[in-house]
């Protein structure tokens, strides 16, 4: 096994299922090869009308606990029979998430000579992490994408709309 970050290391984007080994370490899986980062930000609700949309996980250098609107799971939930507008729809609360950025870099599986010098050896910036050294010769590329937690609303269905009748946009039968 080579250390992270040296010549020879690959790394993994690896799977914890949380099961411990007969030698009393963690099992884990590797899932795929060549995952150098993996950033999760959460995004919640404006908190008053007229403000913008709150991101907790994006402010470079801060763990997600420490920001100026942490996830918080110390606080009630919002109840199914909640207003729309109500106080518990706002909070630091995980049932309160509408949507997550997944961030991950990826770099080449061999070395480049050609691309041994410092512009292409950076990790790019994602979630709160700040743009960083890696090993040099190895093209990286970010990727981004926002999820929306619809399914996650406490006043949501938990059921799809289903239109027989073919309407755009609607399942139809339900499948």
């Known amino acids: 096994m080579v250390a992270a970050q040296t010549a020879g290391a690959r790394p993994y984007l690896m799977f914890d299922p949380g099961t411990i080994g007969p030698d009393n370490q963690p099992m884990v899986i590797p899932l795929t090869a060549d995952v150098e980062d993996l950033q999760l930000t959460y995004l919640y609700p404006p908190a008053a009308a007229g403000d913008g949309s709150r991101l907790v996980g994006a402010t470079a250098g801060v763990n997600a606990a420490d920001e100026a609107f942490p996830i918080r799971v110390d606080v009630r939930p919002p109840a ?21 950025r997944v961030s991950l870099v990826v770099r080449s599986s061999e070395v480049n000579i050609a691309l041994a010098e410092f512009p292409w050896s950076l990790l790019p910036a994602a979630g709160n992490r700040a743009e960083v050294q890696g090993l040099l010769g190895y093209r990286r590329m970010l990727f981004e994408s926002t999820v929306i937690t619809r399914n996650l609303q406490s006043r949501a269905f938990v059921y799809t709309v289903v239109d027989p009748a073919g309407q755009p946009g609607m399942n139809l039968g339900g499948g």
């Open 80 to 100: 199914a029979g909640d207003a729309p507008g109500a106080a518990s729809r706002v909070t630091g609360s995980p049932a309160n998430i509408q949507g997550v």
